[in-house]
Nanobody, 125 residues
Framework: QVQLVESGGGLVQRGGSLRLSCAAS????????VGWFRQAPGKEREGVSC????????YYADSVKGRFTISRDNAKNTVYLQMNSLKPEDTAVYYC??????????????????WGQGTQVTVSS
């Protein structure tokens, strides 16, 4: 059974840090592009950061560049999102997502094969 389980969300003050994890089971992460989306109340889901399976190239939304870092540990079948210098506008439900390795633009219009259930991140001011 294919499953993605996110963890690491929570409540943090402005300027704080969190590390999100996405553990995959039922398949091997090596063959997928992986990434993180988020959805704030009343807003559309947006791509935050993605990383390629082929060359490790990364994408970051402008709003998180320099503050967030995506990484993957294929041996642990896990994807991480390190979030530093958090702002109240980062408050959202964060979702892990996987897409085919040969399909580009996972953080944009590219194909998404699997979604996690989401983890809430709340940044207080």
């Amino acid at each position: 059974q294919v499953q993605l389980v996110e963890s690491g969300g929570g409540l943090v003050q402005r300027g704080g840090s969190l590390r999100l994890s996405c553990a995959a089971s039922g398949f091997t992460l090596d063959y997928y592009n992986v990434g993180w989306f988020r959805q704030a109340p009343g807003k559309e889901r947006e791509g935050v950061s993605c990383i390629s399976s082929s060359d490790g190239s990364t994408y970051y939304a402008d709003s998180v560049k320099g503050r967030f870092t995506i990484s993957r540990d294929n041996a642990k079948n896990t994807v991480y999102l390190q979030m530093n210098s958090l702002k109240p506008e980062d408050t959202a439900v964060y979702y892990c997502v996987l897409g085919p390795s040969l399909e580009p633009d996972l953080c944009g219009s590219g194909i998404k094969d699997y979604w996690g259930q989401g983890t809430q991140v709340t940044v207080s001011s």
